[in-house]
């Protein structure tokens, strides 16, 4: 059977087309691979042989990303000297900037600032770097951002178990993360930031669609929920209302 010339080579073309993107995917997840275990001399190699600095990998981090979410300081050096852009998203909404924050980072949180990483982005649940900083406590990152102008009162999504249900709220701010996880010196920082101590979420709905009338909406509500009485405390000293 002979092949018609043209199908013979639209089949050579999509051939080839298939071969550069999987060589494209390869040396993105090279790179991610080499970035994420701190390896800077592949890095270098990986860079200076063409890699994209800011293409993902599979799982849809970039170079920069995975850096910051394990703290390789070195490696994140070298990437915003490459040109990685300090405010690409993963596919799941998180800069680097956020992962840094959320994993307690600070030095690569320093380093992304100078870098003019936007510390008020949010995710698309409306979570930004300092949400994620004070739900884990990590008050030297939380420092950083407040210092940087980061939104004291960012709200976000939330979810909370309510008895047999899962309460599905909007408004969780930083102060209630920080409330809820028993951070104190986190309470403290946001606090002397001018946090709204009274701020409240609203009920968006439930997992199995029951009505639940009452859950804890604040932060101090919250606190007292986990039994963290100093922080009780403080936020009644800030004028927190039952």
């Known amino acids: ?27 993105a997840n090279d790179l991610v691979t080499s970035s994420g275990k701190g390896n800077i001399e592949e890095v270098k190699s990986q860079l ?6 800011n293409a993902k990998d599979d799982q849809g981090y970039t170079a920069l990303a995975k850096a910051s979410d394990v703290g390789q300081i070195e490696v994140v050096k070298l990437l915003l000297v490459a040109k990685a852009d300090v405010n690409e998203m993963t596919t799941n ?11 307690g980072h600070s030095e690569v949180v320093k380093l992304l600032l100078a870098a003019k990483a936007d510390v008020n982005v949010k995710n698309e649940n409306g979570a930004n770097a300092l949400g994620w900083a004070c739900g884990g ?6 420092k950083l951002l407040l210092a940087a102008k980061a939104d004291v009162n960012a709200s976000e999504l ?3 178990r309510v008895g047999s249900s899962f309460v599905i709220a909007e408004g969780h701010t930083p102060l209630m993360a920080a409330s809820a996880g028993g951070y104190t010196d986190v309470v403290k920082l946001l606090l002397a ?15 199995n669609g029951v009505t639940v009338v009452k859950f804890p909406d604040t932060a101090l509500k919250l606190a007292n929920l986990h039994g963290y009485s100093d922080i009780v405390a403080l936020l009644r000293a800030a004028g927190a209302k039952e």
């Not at 059977?1 to 071969?19: C, D, E, G, N």
């Not at 200076?48 to 600095?53: E, I, M, S």
């Not at 406590?137 to 939380?142: D, F, H, I, T």
């Not at 409240?200 to 439930?206: V, Y």
């Open 1 to 27: 059977m002979i092949i018609p010339r043209i199908i013979l080579k639209a089949t050579l073309l999509s051939s080839i087309l298939v071969v550069s993107f999987s060589a494209m995917a390869l040396k």
């Open 137 to 142: 406590g990590y008050s030297e990152v939380v």
């Open 93 to 103: 909404g998180m800069t680097a900037l956020m992962l840094a924050s959320k994993n």
């Open 158 to 160: 939330f979810v909370i």
């Open 48 to 53: 200076a042989a063409g890699a994209d600095v």
């Open 193 to 207: 930031a001018n946090a709204d101590v009274n701020a409240k979420m609203k009920l968006q709905g439930t997992s």
